[in-house]
Nanobody, 114 residues
Framework: QVRLVESGGGLVQAGGSLRLSCAAS????????MGWYRQAPGKQRELVAA???????NYAASVKGRFTISRDNSKNTVYLQMNSLEPEDTAVYYC????????WGQGTQVTVSS
């Protein structure tokens, strides 16, 4: 069982930055992919960024060049650095660890004001 706890969301003006953190506890040795998703009101949940166990990353086109996913293995934590935030980035952001099953965090709200 894996438990994920997100933090770092909040309210920021357009052009600002936030860093989200996702701390994992439990058995994570079988995790293949760690990622961040987001869901805006009335929209489907979408992948924002992912990091594979190999270290390779992929990003949604809308955030490429602005967001960076990283991890600290010593802390079992994955981060999402978000720069040049836009009002369109407003959403609830969810951490996801994928093994045989998907594990989700509780979500953290990010609101970007114009």
């Amino acid at each position: 069982q894996v438990r994920l706890v997100e933090s770092g969301g909040g309210l920021v003006q357009a052009g600002g930055s936030l860093r989200l953190s996702c701390a994992a506890s439990g058995s994570i040795s079988s995790i293949n992919v760690m990622g961040w998703y987001r869901q805006a009101p009335g929209k489907q949940r979408e992948l924002v960024a992912a990091m594979h166990s190999s270290g390779s990353t992929n990003y949604a086109a809308s955030v490429k060049g602005r967001f960076t996913i990283s991890r600290d293995n010593s802390k079992n934590t994955v981060y999402l650095q978000m720069n040049s935030l836009e009002p369109e980035d407003t959403a609830v952001y969810y951490c996801n660890f994928r093994a045989v099953v998907n594990y989700w965090g509780q979500g953290t709200q990010v609101t970007v004001s114009s």
